[in-house]
């Protein structure tokens, strides 16, 4: 924040003064996926320029906005439930005013301020550039709305203000928007159609991560796998590109190939890469590289073929295993994750005995598992009735999840007595006098301070596990410590 303030005082000092005069206090909360904390991040920018400052402390702010996500019914809840926890504060702070923004602002629209008295402005994924006009608006005393989706928006040249940052890791948007259409996903609703961010401005803002003394970024798209740059543009387009465009564009294998190249000290993740796009090149990028974390996350959300087919997953069971295959041939270290959906319409005992059989074929390392929850305008919610009980869906997720516990204890076990190279992150939270950071497999270690300090590589020897975190010791720095 500092920096962007100090940036805007070099380039125009009156404009500065100005507002300096009229220093505001900005509030901001995010919920969801890892795309919604990394545009707050943009949003925090934005504003940093027209005078906001971030705050801890909402009795304190002028303005609060929340960055909502709509994938499940339980996500919009908890949204909701924080308005009217944002009411109370506004009787103890009267000149806040409060903002939304995210999928939930796309899905409802204007409809959010006739249902949310206490919402002064609804603004969607791709309008966050219009918010220094929004906020003039309500300063004004009216609403504001825009939730227009664009078709080029990637917002690649805003350096993001790092919020609630360790320092150490930090998240890089790479595409935006998803055309899969899976049936049940609210997402290519809310965030429209997919465009890729130009590789340059990519690799710039990672290079500034690293002079800032970054170790570590995280790739993130709804579909990373998918990355396609031709010049702008959406991704459905790319077949109307000119020759040259498609001779020399770039995709996800090759931006890895590219990032890893140019930092080769930092470590790179990405998320989330989807079954039917990830290609073999994009698993030996990862193989080329070291400093490409071993670690994939896939979701499959069923195991069984028919209801594939009616999530319009573009791809089997089989096809998955290929995958999978590929990915133990050519990186065995590779570690693996999920998201699975239990109870999606006219899912069979049978169906969901696939899943079960799936899971026992890949041994997760972890997993993120939920019930189907039906969402407004989507293919399935038009199409299926929402016909599995309730009880049902709740006794079959709980069957999931206790396969992906058994898994999960499995996969660490097989850490035990191996020396592994940890990014330091933080402490732990359990305790004062340990270090949490990650192995390559994303898996979080845990070991005694010593002298060692956050951002530092070390090696860590692994001597006891539970189902979700490795123990061990430091025997040293690695050799990657720079
Ligand atoms: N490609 C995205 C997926 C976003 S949604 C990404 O970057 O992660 C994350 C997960 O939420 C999905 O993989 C799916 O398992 C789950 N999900 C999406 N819609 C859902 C719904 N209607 N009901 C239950 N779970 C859902
Ligand atoms: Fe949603 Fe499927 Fe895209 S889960 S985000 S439509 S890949």
Request: aromatic share 8%.
């Amino acid at each position: 924040m500092e920096k962007i303030i100090d940036e805007n005082k070099q380039g125009d000092s009156l404009v500065l003064d100005q507002k300096k005069d009229n220093q505001r206090k900005l509030y901001i909360e995010s919920y969801g996926c890892q795309m919604n904390f990394s545009d707050s991040e943009i949003v925090a920018s934005i504003l940093a320029k027209e005078g906001f400052n971030t705050t801890q402390q909402m009795e304190e702010a002028d303005l609060v906005l929340v960055n909502t996500c709509s994938i499940r019914e339980k996500a919009e809840q908890t949204v909701r439930k924080r308005l009217e926890h944002f009411n109370a504060v506004k009787r103890i702070n009267p000149k806040m005013k409060v903002g939304v923004l995210g999928c939930m602002a796309e899905r409802l629209k204007s409809k959010f301020l006739e249902e949310e008295k206490i919402v002064d402005m609804v603004v969607g994924p791709d309008a966050y550039k219009d918010l220094p006009n929004l906020v003039a608006e309500i300063d004004e005393g009216r609403d504001a709305v825009n939730v227009i989706l664009s078709k080029e928006e990637t917002y690649g040249d805003v350096a993001p203000v790092r919020l609630n940052s360790n320092g150490v890791s930090a998240f890089v948007s790479i595409t935006r928007g998803c055309d899969n259409m899976c049936t049940f996903c609210v997402v290519p609703f809310t965030r429209g159609r997919e465009r890729s961010r130009d590789p340059q401005s990519i690799i710039e803002e990672i290079g500034d991560l690293w002079n800032r003394g970054f170790k570590e970024v995280t790739l993130l798209g709804q579909n990373v796998d998918s990355y396609l740059w031709y010049g702008g543009g959406l991704k459905k387009d790319f077949e109307k590109a000119s020759e040259m465009q498609k001779a020399t564009a770039v995709n996800f294998a090759g931006l890895l190939d590219m990032a890893a190249t140019a930092f080769p000290k930092m470590r790179f993740r990405f998320s989330t890469s989807n079954p039917q796009d990830m290609t073999l090149d994009v698993i030996e990028a990862m193989a080329k590289h070291k400093n490409i974390c071993k670690y994939i996350h896939l979701p499959v959300q069923s195991g069984s073929n028919r209801i594939l087919k009616a999530m319009n997953r573009l791809h089997t069971r089989e096809e998955y295993f290929e995958l999978i295959d590929n990915i133990r041939r050519i990186l065995p270290e590779c570690a693996i994750s999920q998201d699975m959906i239990a109870g999606f319409p006219t899912e069979t005992e049978e169906d969901h005995q696939d899943t079960l059989s799936l899971m026992e074929y890949v041994k997760y390392d972890f997993g993120f598992m939920f019930a189907y929850s039906e969402r407004p305008g989507t293919l399935a919610a038009r199409k299926l009735e929402d016909d599995v009980p309730e009880d049902i869906k709740k006794r079959r997720l709980t069957e999931i999840i206790n396969m992906q516990q058994k898994h999960s204890l499995y996969r660490t076990q097989q850490h035990l007595g191996k020396v592994e190279e940890v990014l330091i992150e933080g402490p732990s939270k359990k305790s004062d006098a340990h270090w949490m950071g990650r192995n390559t497999q994303n898996t979080v270690v845990v070991f005694p301070k010593e002298h060692y300090k956050v951002g530092e590589f070390v090696n860590v020897k692994i001597n006891d596990c539970t189902s979700a975190t490795l123990l061990g010791e430091a025997v040293g720095y690695s050799e990657n410590n720079a």
